[in-house]
């Protein structure tokens, strides 16, 4: 009789020891979450990354309980200050640290008038540079710094500074600019235009996409001050000048319906700029700037092929479109450098066009020879697409991306494919990127996500077209919920 009990008896300790071990944890991490949901920071303000916490760790919510300030791991080390919807758990704005910060427990986040994210050994990573007396999260998403005057003012808001979105009310302003998480693709305003820009190349900023205003109700006065863009909650992105009449609208699917949900443009990494709504639990597609997928900057990635309804395939016939593309990423030109790097091979193809050569620059040509010589002469020159028909010859001075395939077979393309150097190209490139990244990539610390994307968008158009022509719930943020920030959990839900 003496065995069966003494077996129980091991087991109920077996049981107290985890009922203990697990009540000690619950504990602890009950007592993480508290420290962190607050609705406003004062001066003394003072938080680390907590090393159990996998996704964000939120520090400051606004009144609604639909914003977030907090850490965001990225990348499994990296740390971003970043805003997020809770109810997506999308990064709606994430501070530009550079270089990123690390998700250990020596990284500090301060509030002391400035907001400040430092590292004792490191040095400050991001600052402010205020002086303020409060940090609020407002119902619109807009963290802002105020000074505690009467009136209080704002010394500081995120606002200002916009990452790849741009939501419901939001001004932006000539002096702003959205990036997308892979930093290649970018938009700003000019005098009477929203311009989509793509950088496939240091230093080359190509407009892809133009959006005019057509002053419509309202004309565009000459010394009234630059335009700006909002998102107006009646479903549309509207251009203004002064006033609250706007010289160009454009409307979203929602438009002047009443929707209940929270409005947002981001600029996705496929460089397009779509527009969404909150529906309660989905994020539904209401407009986009690019409707054909072939009209995308690069659908089908370096040296790619789009084919209207068919899907990608490469410039060169001989290679097979896969989900790695169609060429390894290259960069820089023919010019300086050795003659090893200098040297390139020729590749042409018939029934082919520049996704945008309404906006490019064209020299016109008697014959393909002279258009084709004028880019093999330039070192700057990767490639020239000549139009037998009009004569117009377009000089690409960036590395080829996607071009479009069309049944006019006048329509001629030259394109230089750098030669050899392999691994050599490769390491220019990784240095390239380096020495960019500060630059161009709104935070480094969506590397991570960036990657993710890039690694999405090769996945090939065949998916893209699926996400397209569901509608509702695209890619990025599905995936995005579904994978790493599902598992989250805000203490303030
Ligand atoms: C959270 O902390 C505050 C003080 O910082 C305390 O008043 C409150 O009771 C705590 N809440 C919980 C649920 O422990
Ligand atoms: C992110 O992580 C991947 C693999 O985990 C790594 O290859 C990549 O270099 C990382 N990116 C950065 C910017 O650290
Ligand atoms: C706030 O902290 C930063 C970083 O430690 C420091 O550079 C700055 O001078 C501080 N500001 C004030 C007002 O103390
Ligand atoms: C957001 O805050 C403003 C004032 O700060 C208030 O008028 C408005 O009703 C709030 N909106 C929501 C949805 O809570
Ligand atoms: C946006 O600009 C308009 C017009 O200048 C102004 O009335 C409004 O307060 C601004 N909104 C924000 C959130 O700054
Ligand atoms: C590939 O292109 C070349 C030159 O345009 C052409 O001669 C050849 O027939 C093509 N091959 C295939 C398989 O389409
Ligand atoms: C290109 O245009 C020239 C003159 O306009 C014409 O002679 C030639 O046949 C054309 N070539 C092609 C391939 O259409
Ligand atoms: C070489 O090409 C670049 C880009 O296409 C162009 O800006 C430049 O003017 C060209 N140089 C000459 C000498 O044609």
């Given at each position: 009789m003496g065995r069966p009990i003494n077996s129980v008896t091991r087991l109920r300790v077996t049981q107290l020891l985890l009922l203990s071990i697990s009540t000690l944890y619950t504990t602890t991490w009950a007592q993480n979450k508290n420290t962190t949901a607050t609705q406003e920071l004062l001066s003394g303000f003072t938080a680390t990354p907590d090393s159990s916490i996998s996704s964000f760790q939120p520090l400051l919510t606004d009144s609604t309980g639909s914003f977030s300030l907090g850490f965001l791991r990225v990348n499994r080390t990296q740390l971003a200050l970043s805003v997020i919807h809770v109810p997506s758990s999308d990064p709606l704005w994430v501070a530009n640290v550079t270089p990123s910060a690390r998700w250990s427990r020596s990284t500090r986040f301060t509030f002391n008038g400035s907001l400040v994210i430092s590292d004792p050994s490191m040095g400050v990573f991001w600052s402010t540079n205020t002086d303020g007396d409060r940090v609020s999260l407002?119902?619109?998403?807009?963290?802002?710094?105020?000074?505690?005057?009467?009136?209080?003012?704002?010394?500081?808001?995120?606002?200002?500074?916009?990452?790849?979105?741009?939501?419901?009310?939001?001004?932006f302003t000539s002096t702003m600019s959205l990036v997308s998480s892979n930093g290649i693709y970018s938009m700003r305003l000019g005098d009477d235009f929203i311009g989509l820009y793509a950088e496939f190349n240091r230093d080359t900023d190509q407009i892809y996409w133009k959006h005019k205003a057509l002053q419509a109700k309202a004309d565009i006065v000459q010394g009234q001050g630059p335009i700006y863009a909002r998102v107006n909650s009646n479903g549309y992105l509207g251009m203004y000048q002064t006033g609250n009449t706007p010289v160009d609208v454009q409307a979203f699917n929602s438009f002047q319906r009443p929707t209940a949900g929270f409005l947002l443009v981001r600029l996705e990494p496929d460089g397009n700029l779509k527009g969404y709504y909150w529906d309660g639990s989905k994020w539904v597609l209401d407009y986009?700037?690019?409707?054909?997928?072939c009209?995308?900057?690069?659908?089908?990635?370096?040296?790619?092929?789009?084919?209207?309804?068919?899907?990608?395939?490469?410039?060169?016939?001989?290679?097979?479109?896969?989900?790695?593309?169609?060429?390894?990423a290259v960069s820089g030109d023919f010019c300086g450098g050795g003659e090893a790097q200098n040297a390139f091979s020729v590749l042409r193809r018939k029934g082919v066009e520049l996704p945008y050569k309404e906006l490019m620059g064209f020299e016109t040509m008697s014959s393909e020879e002279q258009c084709e010589k004028s880019c093999e002469m330039n070192c700057s020159c990767w490639g020239a697409v000549y139009n037998n028909a009009s004569g117009f010859c377009y000089s690409v001075d960036y590395p080829i991306q996607t071009l479009v395939g069309v049944g006019d077979e006048t329509k001629v393309g030259y394109f230089k494919v750098r030669k050899g150097a392999g691994n050599k190209e490769e390491v220019g490139f990784?240095?390239?990127?380096?020495?960019?990244?500060?630059?161009?990539?709104?935070?480094?610390?969506?590397?991570?996500?960036?990657?993710?994307?890039?690694?999405?968008?090769?996945?090939?158009?065949?998916?893209?077209?699926?996400?397209?022509?569901?509608?509702?719930?695209?890619?990025p943020y599905k995936d995005l919920g579904s994978a790493s920030f599902r598992s989250i959990e805000l203490s303030n839900r």
């Amino acid at each position: 009789m003496g065995r069966p009990i003494n077996s129980v008896t091991r087991l109920r300790v077996t049981q107290l020891l985890l009922l203990s071990i697990s009540t000690l944890y619950t504990t602890t991490w009950a007592q993480n979450k508290n420290t962190t949901a607050t609705q406003e920071l004062l001066s003394g303000f003072t938080a680390t990354p907590d090393s159990s916490i996998s996704s964000f760790q939120p520090l400051l919510t606004d009144s609604t309980g639909s914003f977030s300030l907090g850490f965001l791991r990225v990348n499994r080390t990296q740390l971003a200050l970043s805003v997020i919807h809770v109810p997506s758990s999308d990064p709606l704005w994430v501070a530009n640290v550079t270089p990123s910060a690390r998700w250990s427990r020596s990284t500090r986040f301060t509030f002391n008038g400035s907001l400040v994210i430092s590292d004792p050994s490191m040095g400050v990573f991001w600052s402010t540079n205020t002086d303020g007396d409060r940090v609020s999260l407002l119902n619109t998403s807009n963290l802002q710094i105020q000074k505690l005057s009467d009136p209080p003012t704002v010394v500081w808001q995120s606002f200002y500074f916009p990452t790849n979105a741009l939501v419901e009310n939001q001004n932006f302003t000539s002096t702003m600019s959205l990036v997308s998480s892979n930093g290649i693709y970018s938009m700003r305003l000019g005098d009477d235009f929203i311009g989509l820009y793509a950088e496939f190349n240091r230093d080359t900023d190509q407009i892809y996409w133009k959006h005019k205003a057509l002053q419509a109700k309202a004309d565009i006065v000459q010394g009234q001050g630059p335009i700006y863009a909002r998102v107006n909650s009646n479903g549309y992105l509207g251009m203004y000048q002064t006033g609250n009449t706007p010289v160009d609208v454009q409307a979203f699917n929602s438009f002047q319906r009443p929707t209940a949900g929270f409005l947002l443009v981001r600029l996705e990494p496929d460089g397009n700029l779509k527009g969404y709504y909150w529906d309660g639990s989905k994020w539904v597609l209401d407009y986009q700037a690019i409707q054909n997928e072939c009209e995308l900057p690069s659908p089908c990635g370096s040296y790619g092929l789009c084919r209207p309804g068919d899907g990608c395939a490469c410039i060169d016939n001989r290679t097979e479109y896969n989900s790695g593309g169609c060429s390894p990423a290259v960069s820089g030109d023919f010019c300086g450098g050795g003659e090893a790097q200098n040297a390139f091979s020729v590749l042409r193809r018939k029934g082919v066009e520049l996704p945008y050569k309404e906006l490019m620059g064209f020299e016109t040509m008697s014959s393909e020879e002279q258009c084709e010589k004028s880019c093999e002469m330039n070192c700057s020159c990767w490639g020239a697409v000549y139009n037998n028909a009009s004569g117009f010859c377009y000089s690409v001075d960036y590395p080829i991306q996607t071009l479009v395939g069309v049944g006019d077979e006048t329509k001629v393309g030259y394109f230089k494919v750098r030669k050899g150097a392999g691994n050599k190209e490769e390491v220019g490139f990784g240095v390239g990127v380096g020495l960019v990244g500060g630059a161009v990539v709104v935070s480094v610390g969506l590397v991570g996500f960036g990657g993710y994307m890039f690694w999405k968008r090769k996945r090939g158009i065949r998916r893209f077209s699926e996400e397209e022509e569901g509608g509702v719930c695209p890619g990025p943020y599905k995936d995005l919920g579904s994978a790493s920030f599902r598992s989250i959990e805000l203490s303030n839900r």
